[in-house]
């Protein structure tokens, strides 16, 4: 019998309490009994005092309870004054939960003799400010919308809508354009749907596959093992590792920072979690161990957490730092607060609360989404938030992607959705470099000299005290960042009008007048400046290390967008062999054009080691056979063979630069693989010598593609998924879709016209380009449909795709053959699952209903004469979250706090059915005679189950977790 497991850990957060989960309620017990409903009771809202910077709100209220408690909630709810709340009633009755965003306070001490009373709530916001207040039994007592904005151009999330910023000033031309494009289509294009796009990169749309969580989320790339079995598990995330890993809510995420359990203020500035910080880590988890295991202060995790930003994931002084120093941003700021010096434009970070905080991040707007990327099955994230000022509004939504070696590529689109054209527009990234190991850090570790890729290509910075290299490239795509320099950090509180940044000077002995990062908007920065291949552009030491990027100063029209991507690669096994790395890194998708002329193609590239004295890069063309390969190095006598090093340049990683002309005057138009290689030398320089390891390198390999010769009959070539395929040998796609692209030319004709058919299918062609500008007569012009469609080709036949170019006298033709392959089945579950904060009364249970972020579904790839599958829940106990209590301090396993656990019990379909063992969640799920039979499992658990649980005597309130295994198993 096969099964397929899939570990769920950390994926119910469940809280109980009897308002809330409450920072410092110490007396909760003295309100507990007697609770009765809020018959009767009253609450008024009155604007008391409105400036321009603050809005003080009267409340009044008349209880006919002698235990009068009352709940505020607000999106807002960090603009509230908390200690001054505290300070009118006493810290003891005055408890936040920023996850629900809620403020409970004990009004017992504050009512006269007619149970009734008023106090002056102080916020510190000039703007829309939405105020709900609730009874003991979650009635709604008040509820009223302050300086209410008609011109608001983000619904509220209770409105119709609310998914995506107001876009109306674009959607009368947007929907004129697709009236005339459909009606286009329908003059050229058949009925069938076949290959038409249907997964979109609107996040909104339900086509799309993007998913919205709720919750923080943690993606891996490809899993490698290390050679004592322990799994090299890259992952991505936004925001602080720790967040990601526990699994905290969006809303929580953006609240305000922790309070202290003593002392009753915020643990530092700024939010909780900064989620604009696009992350990546390393995390070593050993054999049967939990990816998802917490991070704790006293550092007794099984894991090894690698990061690279500082405070992601870090403790210090009791707390967690939120990863403040690596965000995105735009100049929107500067249209509120104009700087004296427009090329320096006043910007804010994402978690500024000043001057209203909507121009720094609209508190409601916040969304993260997942999806399995088509290209590569991996997950992807993205972040999309909203900045604010009035009717000007940028819509900005970052997207991280691994591709097949785990680089990380992090792609930053910014969009005018607002009613006003942006006449000067810039988005930034900035970005902390400073190592972690396991959460920790140390002046010595932190200290991250920047270094050069070389040929302009970006930057990599080690450290003596962390095992890995961290690189950043920032020169390899078409929308690669405008301007980017190896210096500046702030924090993502930080204001530009009080601190200048990132166009301040810095005073550096030998570099007095560098700018922090550029002097002004039309600086490029490092960009431009090469040090060279390993060289430092700062020497002088007192520099905190940082990556600083922005896109060009440009006009925004309403609708229009720009986007900035780079990409950033965090390798620990980079110390223990050799490595090459090339400037061209092309593939059979994306390959590297050869110009129509050129009769060589120059292959340049780096080494580096941080081990070995001499090493020797070697390469072959269109051979796979290494041992034929020529030499790239050059020894000491400048002959071709291993190159040395100085003790210095192996201390730090030195790139040493390598290039070759290769002739191409024999090459056939079409593809052709470069593979490159270093290894070590193992010769003694003296029999002394111990023996030395024979290392290699990973294999580098470089796809170009020689132009096609143009003739006044055009020519076409597939090039993309695959080239060369046919009946016998058909390209196997691993997903629903992927990139169509080729080339074509032509060398006299003015237009040409591409169209393709499924499967010979000529009476209904689909039009590709009609009547495309042959712009450049000879030349090989790109061609592409990405995300290329093959849904409905649901089955494990051969099908065709045949692609014509035709210039109105002649035509040419290529054609891709493709067929799915019979392969196994999995299951995909949801990362959160959540019952919800319960109110519990001593001696009574209650029943708990599931909501889930993410399906489960289960994918079978199997034939149709297969055997059935069914799918197995295991639930282990629920235990208490230790740092969600007053006095906790997370998950030390020592703490006997973490050893309580909620008693609960299951019922499925009103049955009782488990407590914690294997249940049988769905049974005799068939395979059919489709390639893929998907079965959406998700409404079972949302419909069928639910959790009975009981108030527990040890503790008043606190979050439980549980780790829940999922099983698919073909049925005996």
């Given at each position: 019998m096969r099964s397929k497991k899939l570990l769920i850990s950390l994926i119910f957060i469940f809280s109980l309490g009897f308002f809330s989960v409450l920072m410092g309620f110490s007396p909760l017990e003295k309100i507990q009994s007697n609770i009765s409903p809020d018959v009767d009771s009253e609450v008024t809202l009155e604007k008391e005092k409105n400036d321009s910077d603050t809005l003080s709100i009267k409340i009044?209220?008349?209880?006919?309870?002698?235990?009068?408690?009352?709940?505020?909630?607000?999106?807002?709810?960090?603009?509230?004054?908390?200690?001054?709340?505290?300070?009118?009633?006493?810290?003891?009755?005055?408890?936040?939960?920023?996850?629900?965003?809620?403020?409970?306070?004990?009004?017992?001490?504050?009512?006269?003799?007619?149970?009734?009373?008023?106090?002056?709530?102080?916020?510190?916001?000039?703007?829309?400010?939405?105020?709900?207040?609730?009874?003991?039994e979650n009635t709604t007592l008040a509820f009223k919308v302050f300086n209410f904005d008609e011109s608001s151009l983000i619904p509220s999330p209770a409105e119709p809508d609310s998914e995506k910023p107001d876009e109306t000033a674009t959607q009368d031309d947007e929907s004129s354009n697709q009236n005339d494009q459909e009606a286009q289509d329908d003059d050229t294009n058949s009925d069938s749907d076949a290959g038409k796009l249907e997964l979109t990169d609107d996040e909104t749309d339900a086509k799309s596959g993007w998913t919205q969580s709720k919750h923080m989320l943690l993606s891996t790339g490809n899993i490698t093992k290390d050679d004592k079995g322990n799994s090299v598990t890259p992952v991505l995330y936004f925001g602080a590792l720790n967040y990601a890993i526990e699994g905290i809510s969006v809303g929580d995420a953006i609240g305000g920072r922790p309070i202290h359990p003593e002392i009753f203020s915020e643990l530092g500035d700024g939010r909780k979690n900064n989620i604009t910080a696009a992350n990546s880590a390393v995390i070593i988890v050993p054999k049967n161990g939990d990816l998802y295991e917490h991070q704790s202060k006293k550092n007794k995790e099984k894991n090894t957490f690698y990061t690279m930003t500082y405070g992601d994931g870090m403790t210090g002084k009791g707390h967690y730092w939120g990863s403040q120093r690596n965000f995105i941003t735009t100049n929107l700021y500067n249209f509120k607060r104009p700087a004296e010096n427009y090329w320096k434009p006043n910007i804010v970070g994402p978690d500024y609360k000043g001057d209203g905080s909507r121009v720094s991040m609209y508190e409601e707007s916040p969304k993260l989404y997942s999806r399995t990327d088509p290209r590569t099955g991996l997950t992807q994230q993205r972040l999309t938030f909203v900045q604010q000022f009035k009717s000007k509004s940028v819509l900005i939504k970052t997207t991280q992607s691994f591709d097949a070696e785990n680089t990380?590529?992090?792609?930053?689109?910014?969009?005018?959705?607002?009613?006003?054209?942006?006449?000067?527009?810039?988005?930034?990234?900035?970005?902390?470099?400073?190592?972690?190991?396991?959460?920790?850090?140390?002046?010595?570790?932190?200290?991250?000299?920047?270094?050069?890729?070389?040929?302009?290509?970006?930057?990599?910075?080690?450290?003596?005290?962390?095992?890995?290299?961290?690189?950043?490239?920032?020169?390899?795509?078409?929308?690669?960042?405008?301007?980017?320099?190896?210096?500046?950090?702030?924090?993502?509180?930080?204001?530009?009008?009080?601190?200048?940044?990132?166009?301040?000077?810095?005073?550096?002995?030998?570099?007095?007048?560098?700018?922090?990062?550029?002097?002004?908007?039309?600086?490029?920065?490092?960009?431009?400046?090469?040090?060279?291949?390993?060289?430092?552009?700062?020497?002088?030491?007192?520099?905190?290390?940082?990556?600083?990027?922005?896109?060009?100063?440009?006009?925004?029209?309403?609708?229009?967008?720009?986007?900035?991507?780079?990409?950033?690669?965090?390798?620990?096994?980079?110390?223990?062999?050799?490595?090459?790395?090339?400037?061209?890194?092309?593939?059979?998708?994306?390959?590297?054009?050869?110009?129509?002329?050129?009769?060589?193609?120059?292959?340049?590239?780096?080494?580096?080691?941080?081990?070995?004295?001499?090493?020797?890069?070697?390469?072959?063309?269109?051979?796979?056979?290494?041992?034929?390969?020529?030499?790239?190095?050059?020894?000491?006598?400048?002959?071709?063979?291993?190159?040395?090093?100085?003790?210095?340049?192996?201390?730090?990683?030195?790139?040493?630069?390598?290039?070759?002309?290769?002739?191409?005057?024999?090459?056939?138009?079409?593809?052709?693989?470069?593979?490159?290689?270093?290894?070590?030398?193992?010769?003694?320089?003296?029999?002394?010598?111990?023996?030395?390891?024979?290392?290699?390198s990973y294999l580098k390999t470089n796809v170009i593609f020689i132009p096609i010769e143009a003739t006044s009959v055009p020519k076409l070539m597939i090039m993309s998924p695959e080239r060369g395929t046919s009946m016998s040998n058909p390209h196997i796609p691993k997903f629903e879709m992927f990139d169509l692209k080729g080339v074509w030319t032509d060398s006299d004709s003015e237009k040409v016209t591409l169209s393709y058919v499924f499967d010979g299918d000529v009476e209904h062609p689909h039009i590709i380009e009609k009547d495309a500008n042959n712009s450049s007569p000879g030349k090989n012009i790109n061609w592409g449909i990405e995300d290329f469609s093959i849904k409905d080709f649901n089955d494990v036949k051969t099908h065709s795709i045949t692609v014509t170019i035709d210039d109105g006298e002649y035509q040419d033709t290529d054609t891709l053959y493709f067929r799915h392959a019979v392969g196994d089945f999995d299951i995909t579950a949801p990362q959160n699952i959540e019952f919800g904060m319960k109110q519990l009364v001593p001696g009574k249970t209650i029943h708990a209903v599931p909501s889930t972020s993410g399906l489960l579904k289960v994918n079978d790839y199997r034939r149709g004469n297969s055997k059935p599958l069914k799918v197995m829940l295991n639930i282990e106990k629920f235990k208490l979250v230790t740092n969600s209590i007053p006095g906790g301090n997370g998950s030390d396993e020592n703490d006997p706090q973490a050893n309580i656990e909620l008693e609960t019990s299951f019922y499925w379909n009103e049955q009782y059915a488990f407590r914690s063992n294997d249940f049988v969640i769905a049974d005799g799920i068939e395979s059919t005679d489709q390639w893929l039979t998907s079965t959406d499992l998700t409404s079972k658990i949302t419909d069928n189950l639910k959790m009975k649980i009981q108030k527990i005597p040890e503790i008043n309130s606190g979050k439980f977790k549980s780790k829940w295994t999922w099983t698919a198993v073909e049925s005996l």
């Open positions: 009044k209220y008349k209880f006919k309870t002698s235990k009068p408690v009352i709940t505020l909630k607000s999106p807002q709810i960090t603009k509230i004054d908390l200690d001054d709340l505290q300070k009118e009633f006493g810290k003891e009755h005055v408890g936040l939960n920023s996850e629900d965003e809620a403020i409970t306070i004990n009004l017992k001490d504050h009512m006269d003799k007619k149970n009734a009373g008023e106090f002056i709530l102080k916020t510190t916001t000039d703007g829309e400010f939405r105020l709900l207040i609730e009874g003991i990380v590529t992090i792609r930053t689109e910014f969009k005018n959705v607002g009613r006003d054209n942006l006449d000067h527009f810039t988005g930034y990234t900035f970005r902390d470099v400073s190592f972690m190991k396991n959460h920790k850090s140390s002046d010595a570790m932190r200290a991250a000299p920047l270094y050069s890729l070389g040929s302009h290509q970006g930057i990599y910075t080690n450290n003596k005290k962390f095992e890995g290299r961290a690189e950043f490239y920032l020169n390899r795509f078409p929308d690669s960042p405008y301007a980017w320099s190896g210096r500046g950090t702030a924090s993502s509180f930080f204001t530009g009008k009080e601190t200048g940044f990132p166009f301040n000077l810095k005073g550096e002995s030998e570099y007095d007048n560098l700018p922090n990062a550029f002097r002004d908007i039309n600086d490029v920065g490092d960009k431009t400046h090469e040090p060279g291949a390993g060289k430092r552009w700062i020497q002088s030491k007192g520099w905190d290390s940082g990556v600083s990027m922005h896109t060009e100063d440009q006009s925004l029209e309403v609708g229009q967008s720009v986007s900035m991507t780079y990409a950033t690669n965090l390798d620990i096994s980079v110390k223990s062999h050799p490595n090459v790395d090339l400037y061209d890194e092309g593939t059979k998708e994306k390959p590297i054009m050869i110009e129509k002329d050129a009769t060589s193609y120059n292959l340049a590239g780096y080494w580096y080691d941080y081990k070995n004295d001499r090493v020797k890069v070697t390469y072959t063309l269109d051979d796979e056979n290494m041992e034929n390969g020529k030499i790239l190095t050059r020894d000491k006598n400048g002959k071709p063979g291993y190159e040395s090093q100085t003790e210095d340049e192996k201390y730090v990683g030195q790139s040493h630069e390598f290039s070759k002309d290769i002739k191409l005057r024999n090459l056939k138009p079409g593809y052709h693989t470069i593979r490159v290689f270093a290894e070590n030398d193992t010769t003694k320089q003296k029999p002394s010598d111990p023996n030395i390891e024979k290392q290699f």
